[in-house]
């Protein structure tokens, strides 16, 4: 089974985190990218859109504004049909609780990814200030 990493990142902790997970299960990392990365524009231009050509495809984004990044969002809106791959999210946030939009960002995920019929096995939320190296390293590892 091919595996492929697609990440929103706007300042590098989703990245960092991608870029482990790449090393460590030899898959290759594709960036969404957008016209302007301003976190307030709700409807942002697209101007790189990474194909979803694996069976089994890593979603990764932000949490800004106690939801999913806008771009990652549209994104994921864009999406062809996703069936049959299974598909892995993960998120990372800065505030000291998932409760403060690392949820409601993976629920946001989610249902994206099963409205395109995508199967999702592995959800992880990242608290950069909490426990930050052990949810890494158990999603890594797991
Ligand atoms: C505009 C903006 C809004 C954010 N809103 C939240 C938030 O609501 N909840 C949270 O836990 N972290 C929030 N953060 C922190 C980021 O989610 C966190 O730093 C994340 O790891 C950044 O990922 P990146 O470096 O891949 O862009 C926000 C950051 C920015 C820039």
Known sequence: MNTKIIIYSKTGNTLSVAERLSEAINAPIERVEAEDDNPNISHPVLTVTP???????????????????QIMRCYLEGLPDLSGKTVDLFITHAFPFCWMGG???????????????GKIKKVTCINWSRKREKTINDMIGG
Do not use: E, T, Y
Request: cysteine-free; charged content about 20%; hydrophobic content about 55%.
């Open 103 to 117: 949820h409601m960002a993976l629920r946001q995920m989610k249902k994206l990814v099963v409205k395109k019929n």
């Open 51 to 69: 194909a979803v050509d694996a069976d089994h495809i890593v979603f990764a984004s932000p949490v800004h504004g106690f939801q999913l990044a």
